[in-house]
């Protein structure tokens, strides 16, 4: 079973950033597969950085249309974003030195993270983004 699926309940009603969103569950769902495969330590680790990347250039998108758009919550939102960033850049150098990471600490925190964040974080900056055309 996927970790987590994508439906119109995540959409933000912007077409762009909803296909990013189902991108980053795509890896996510990736991560927990080859996890539940026991793929190699290598392996794991390409994806968490490919996790990693992909989210920055998603983060990206979203704070650049922040500053274009003048959005007022942009401070705590880029935040939260960052929070994402520390937890899996942790979890990467954690794995990298050895020490132990509990692999449902990983797919925890990706399955609560961008279901709260999506859901609660980035559905308030819909309006903004609609009234300004984006679609
Ligand atoms: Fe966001």
Do not use: C
């Not at 996790?51 to 704070?63: D, P, Q, R, S």
Request: proline fraction near 1%.
């Amino acid at each position: 079973m996927p970790l987590i699926v994508w439906d119109e309940s995540y959409s933000v009603n912007v077409h762009l950033i909803d296909g990013q969103h189902k991108k980053l569950f795509d890896l996510a769902n990736e991560y927990q597969t080859a996890l539940t495969n026991g793929k190699s330590h290598d392996a794991l680790k390409q994806l968490l950085d490919g996790l990693l990347n992909y989210a920055a250039i998603h983060f990206g998108t979203e704070e650049r249309y922040f500053t274009q758009f003048g959005y007022d919550d942009m401070e705590a939102h880029k935040r939260e974003h960052k929070i994402f960033n520390a937890k899996v850049s942790d979890i990467i150098k954690k794995r990298k030195i050895g020490e132990e990471v509990g692999q449902n600490e990983v797919t925890k925190f990706l399955k609560i993270w961008l279901e709260g964040h999506i859901k609660g974080t980035d559905h308030k900056y819909i309006e903004l983004f609609n009234k300004n055309g984006l679609r």
